[in-house]
């Protein structure tokens, strides 16, 4: 049997983790649950999987969630304690983290440092961070196993092969909804056009960022962690219908690929196996439906985030804070209609331009860029303002 602790419980990737988690009942036990600000969905899976510690984003869910678990409820706490709380529990083996944005860094560090396996969803950790948290996990001895599809695809292809057997990774990208837009169109898009993704289900956020492949730049800096392989060794090709993974080329020229069906929890389920693999409830996939299999070349300058994400990478250090938070910025006033979806990757790449680059040695200083990239980026974003709004 092996303790679950999962960050971010009501969100796309927490609930399909509960899923999997429903179809082992004889292998898999929840002991601890973070959310956002759902209380209301997280009051539901405390009845139904009581576990003994939980957590909410802030002090007026926490309350919320109090109100709605009564007597009897679980111990709860909220914000960075209480995150940490849930992913540090005694019991757990496993921690999933699919915490949106950046607030699940201090309590990966923290799961690490309690000798937790880490089952990541959550790339914002290792983009602000993956110095700090590959290095703490290889002191521990820690496993970081990949979530993200692209990434479980990588780490089913590669099953233990070391980093000086990869000539390179390809990362495959579906396109999101706009692949075909060209300049004058792309400019026009508005929140509904962009939230509208034409293979996966996912929250608005990491939506957004798909359709910016700004997505793919964040996992190409994911990659780099994980792997630990050079920004010149991971490319990136489109693949419309999303179902190879990705893919590893080999030293000796062998291209190893992982298919699947378009459904998470299927790499939930594999990092929750792994070593092992278990038997799951996923319909085979059917080739001859698919009929056929596009790879096309990276996108080009009409989507210039996935350029300024390798740019961010090749420069090391913080900018890669610099770029997450300046994206986080530029995303959530698109979705508030105060950015026009071409501003977005304006907003990034102003904040490169100004960011005054470090070494990442400690949490402190990721965070405290992370807030200066922030401010810069709002004050940018307000400068490029749409005109009415
Ligand atoms: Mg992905």
Not at 262 to 271: K, S
Request: charge should be negative; hydrophobic fraction near 45%; include cysteine.
């Amino acid at each position: 049997m092996k303790r679950v602790a999962i960050l971010g419980s009501t969100g796309s990737i927490g609930r399909s983790a509960l899923a999997v988690v429903d179809a082992h009942p004889d292998r898999l036990k929840v002991v601890s649950l973070a959310a956002g600000d759902n209380a209301a969905l997280l009051a539901e899976q405390v009845s139904r999987y009581c576990p003994d510690v939980v957590a909410m984003a802030n002090g007026a869910g926490l309350d919320r969630l109090k109100d709605l678990c009564g007597a009897g409820a679980p111990r709860m706490s909220a914000g960075t304690e209480g995150l940490v709380a849930v992913a540090t529990h005694p019991a757990a083996d496993i921690v999933i983290c699919a915490s949106a944005g950046t607030a699940g860094l201090e309590a990966v560090l923290a799961a690490i440092e309690a000798w937790k396996t880490i089952a990541l969803a959550n790339k914002e950790v290792l983009v602000m961070a993956g110095q700090l948290v590959t290095d703490a996990a290889h002191r521990r001895g820690v496993a970081i196993l990949p979530v993200d599809s692209e990434h479980n695809a990588i780490h089913q292809c590669l099953h233990g092969r070391p980093a000086s057997e990869i000539r390179r990774l390809i990362l495959t990208a579906s396109g999101g909804p706009f692949r075909d837009y060209d300049a004058a169109a792309l400019r026009l898009v508005d929140p509904d056009a962009a939230l509208r993704h034409p293979t996966w289900q996912m929250g608005r956020k990491i939506t957004i960022d798909s359709a910016t492949m700004m997505n793919k730049g964040l996992e190409v800096i994911e990659a780099r962690w994980l792997f630990g392989v050079g920004a010149d060794q991971i490319d990136v090709v489109i693949h419309p219908q999303s179902i190879v993974h990705s893919m590893v080329e080999m030293i000796d020229g062998s291209v190893l690929a992982q298919l699947g069906v378009t459904d998470m929890r299927l790499p939930i389920q594999y990092a929750c196996s792994y070593p092992e693999r278990w038997s799951g409830s996923l319909p085979s996939l059917d080739l001859t439906r698919a009929g056929r299999l596009d790879f096309l070349p990276p996108p080009d300058e009409r989507f210039p985030c996935l350029r300024l994400a390798y740019r961010a990478l090749r420069a090391g250090g913080t900018a890669p804070v610099a770029l997450n938070a300046a994206n986080e910025v530029a995303v959530e006033a698109f979705l508030d209609r105060k950015l026009g979806f071409m501003d977005i990757p304006c907003v990034i790449e102003q904040t490169l331009d100004a960011h005054t680059q470090e070494d990442v040695s400690a949490l402190n200083v990721v965070r405290r860029v992370d807030e200066w990239a922030r401010a810069h980026a709002r004050t940018v974003a307000g400068e490029l303002r749409q005109p009415g709004s």
